[in-house]
Nanobody, 126 residues
Framework: QVHLVESGGGLVQAGGSLNLSCVASGNIFKINAMGWYRQAPGKHRERVAMTISDYSSHIGYSINLQESVKGRFTITRDIAKNTVYLHMDQGKPEATAVYYC??????????????WGEGTQDTVYS
């Protein structure tokens, strides 16, 4: 079993910044991808930012960012610590949502499987 534990986020005024982190723990052999989704009130869950393991890359992963957050959101990952971070800058009210950590994980026994954190509410107010 894998546990994803999110931290950070909360309440911020428009134009401000928020930082999220997520740590994966468990009987992990490797993580194929790790990143963030969000679900705003009345909307479907959508992928915001994702790191995809790429051992040919000097940082060990490639990055996919939703077009609407490019230039404002930054995702990074500490591979050794099984941790992913999301820095949100220039906050806009439309970024208000529950942010979920997601990871595709291969365990020592089987996989890959998809895992989710419990979510953290982030609110940007004007």
């Amino acid at each position: 079993q894998v546990h994803l534990v999110e931290s950070g986020g909360g309440l911020v005024q428009a134009g401000g910044s928020l930082n999220l982190s997520c740590v994966a723990s468990g009987n992990i052999f490797k993580i194929n991808a790790m990143g963030w989704y969000r679900q705003a009130p009345g909307k479907h869950r959508e992928r915001v930012a994702m790191t995809i393991s790429d051992y040919s890359s000097h940082i060990g992963y490639s990055i996919n960012l939703q077009e609407s957050v490019k230039g404002r959101f930054t995702i990074t990952r500490d591979i050794a610590k099984n941790t992913v971070y999301l820095h949100m800058d220039q906050g806009k009210p439309e970024a208000t949502a529950v942010y979920y950590c997601n990871a595709e994980v291969v365990l020592n026994t089987h996989g890959p499987d998809d895992y989710w954190g419990e979510g953290t509410q982030d609110t940007v107010y004007s």
